[in-house]
């Protein structure tokens, strides 16, 4: 799930990546704006989900997926919209307007 946090003095939009599943022991978000270098999710045991904030600029779009486990990968089902990728699969987008 994405939550978006939009600044009035900043060019920037902060974006919380959410996954929640009860078979995960590790999770990464794994995204073009880090150069699809994975990014560990931290778990949050009060609300039972795994989560990370990112800052990314205003008025872009940027493509992501989450790696589960270190094999599996997944798609957020509340993103902004979806993109084939090249191997086979839809990549996550979430838009920044």
Same mark, same amino acid.
């Given at each position: 799930?994405? /939550?978006?946090?939009?600044?009035?003095?900043?060019?920037?939009?902060?974006?919380?990546?959410?996954? %929640?599943?009860?078979?995960?022991?590790?999770?990464?978000?794994?995204?073009?704006?880090?150069?699809? %270098?994975?990014?560990?999710?931290?778990?949050?045991? /009060? %609300?039972?989900?795994?989560?990370?904030?990112?800052?990314?600029?205003?008025?872009?779009?940027?493509?992501?997926?989450?790696?589960?486990?270190?094999?599996?990968?997944?798609?957020?089902?509340?993103?902004? %919209?979806?993109?084939?990728?090249?191997?086979?699969?839809?990549?996550?987008?979430?838009?920044?307007?």
């Amino acid at each position: 799930m994405l /939550t978006k946090k939009f600044f009035k003095t900043k060019d920037e939009a902060e974006i919380t990546f959410e996954f %929640q599943r009860d078979d995960i022991e590790k999770i990464e978000l794994v995204a073009d704006f880090n150069d699809w %270098q994975p990014l560990a999710m931290k778990f949050n045991k /009060t %609300q039972k989900v795994f989560k990370t904030k990112v800052r990314l600029p205003k008025n872009e779009t940027f493509q992501f997926r989450y790696l589960i486990n270190d094999n599996e990968w997944e798609n957020d089902y509340k993103a902004d %919209q979806y993109l084939p990728n090249d191997f086979g699969s839809d990549n996550s987008i979430v838009v920044t307007v």
